[in-house]
Every structure is written in C-alpha cells, then in structure tokens.
C-alpha cells in the first residue's frame, strides 16, 4: 500500500515569497490533516478536510495560509506571504472515515527554510 | 497547561538500557497514538491504544484510562532507536483532532 506522498521534501524561500506544498494521501483516506511543526514543538493542526469540505481551520493563519482539497482527494497547501516565523515541517496524514478510533498515516513532511 | 504532556523531554542511555516515556492527559480520549520521528523523516506510528497493552518486537505500550496516563517502554534499547517520541491523544468532543505532546527526543549511545 502506498503511504502519504508529499512534495517538495525541502524549501528555501526568502520572506514574502509564496511557496506550495502538495499532499496525495492514501488511496480512500477521507479525511485529510495539514500540520505545522516547528523544531522542539510537537506538530499543530492547521487544517482537516474531510472529503473535500473543511472540518476544522481553527488554527489557520488565514491572512496568508490557504489550503484545498477541489476533488476530495489531493491538497495544496499554500503560504503567501511568507514570514521567517514559517520556518517548519508541514506534515501531511491521511485516516479512514467511519470509525472514532481510526489509526493516521503521517507522510514524510516539507522542510521549509524561510530566510 | 499543555492537554498532553511528555516526560522527560530528553533521554540519553547507553545501549541495551530498558527505556521509559511517560505521557499524561487531561482530556477525555478515545484513542491515544504513540508515534516516532526520526531526524530528517516524517512520523511513523508505533501504537494506537483504547485501553490496556500492546506489544510490537522490543517496545511495550500501556495505557491507564483511569489515571490519564500512558507510557512507551523500549527494552534492550539499541541506537537506531535515536529519535523523537511523541504521545498523541484523540479527543472525545472534536472531530478527530489529535491533540500532541511536544516530545521525548531519545539518544542510544552505543
């Protein structure tokens, strides 16, 4: 079974760029995670799709964060403009829908570098 | 006051060392994960638990609902077992957010 496949691995932007971050989660994963983790933190939640509608964006920066997910399946995650408080890994996971007790499949993150 | 919090935050031992994390609780959950994230690499999940034990190769994980309280357990620690460990919970209200503690980062000198 494919895991999560995320894209770029590493990025370095300068501050006030944009940068994009693709996720594909396991092949009939309803429900779609993006995380920020910044180094010696534990990850953070910034957003939860389930299909392709929002569950939870609470934790969104959403003056320069957005994130979609058009055909339930795949999502782009996006920072624009980019600040040096940014520097972190965006993790992506994927779990099944249906049960409250469903295990999560992390990817192997984005390293963004902003300078 | 974090929901989730992990002791200790960082654990050097020798090889062949029985290990211990500790991960406590405030919440009402419905599962807890613990996960391991090595330098450069993105998180594996180890265990998922609802109540009692779980066994896979060297690492033990045990939950005590009762006392909002988990702890993972590595015996004859090796040091490819260098990394982060992070206790997650899942919320019993919430629509499956997973709530994290902020890590154990784990070195096995040789």
């Known amino acids: 079974e494919a895991g999560v496949a995320q894209s770029p691995r590493y990025k370095i932007i300068e501050k006030r760029q944009s940068v994009a971050f693709w996720c594909n989660p396991i092949?009939?994963?309803?429900?779609l995670y993006w995380y920020q983790q910044i180094l010696g933190q534990g990850p953070k939640l910034l957003i939860q799709?389930?299909?392709?509608?929002?569950?939870?964006d609470s934790q969104l920066p959403k003056d320069r964060f957005s994130a979609e997910r058009l055909k339930g399946v795949d999502s782009t995650l996006k920072i624009q403009p980019a600040k040096l408080e940014d520097s972190a890994v965006y993790l992506c996971?994927?779990?099944?829908?249906?049960?409250?007790?469903?295990?999560?499949?992390f990817g192997e993150g984005s390293w963004l570098t902003v300078v | 006051k974090n929901e989730v919090e992990q002791s200790p935050q960082n654990l050097t031992a020798q090889e062949g060392e029985f290990i211990t994390i500790n991960c406590s609780y405030s919440?009402?959950?419905?599962?807890l994960h613990w996960l391991q994230q090595h330098p450069g690499g993105g998180i594996v999940s180890l265990f998922m638990?609802?109540?009692g034990k779980k066994k896979h190769g060297r690492l033990i994980a045990t939950i005590n609902i009762q006392e909002k309280h988990s702890s993972l357990h590595i015996t004859a620690s090796h040091p490819r077992d260098s990394a982060v460990y992070i206790c997650?919970?899942?919320?019993?209200?919430?629509?499956?957010?997973?709530?994290f503690g902020q890590g154990t980062r784990l070195t096995i000198n040789p």
């Open positions: 799709f389930q299909n392709n509608g929002v569950v939870d």
């Open positions: 092949s009939g994963h309803a429900t």
């Open positions: 996971a994927s779990s099944p829908w249906g049960e409250v007790r469903n295990t999560i499949y």
């Open positions: 919440v009402g959950i419905s599962a």
């Open positions: 638990l609802s109540s």
């Open positions: 997650a919970v899942k919320r019993i209200q919430g629509a499956q957010k997973l709530v």
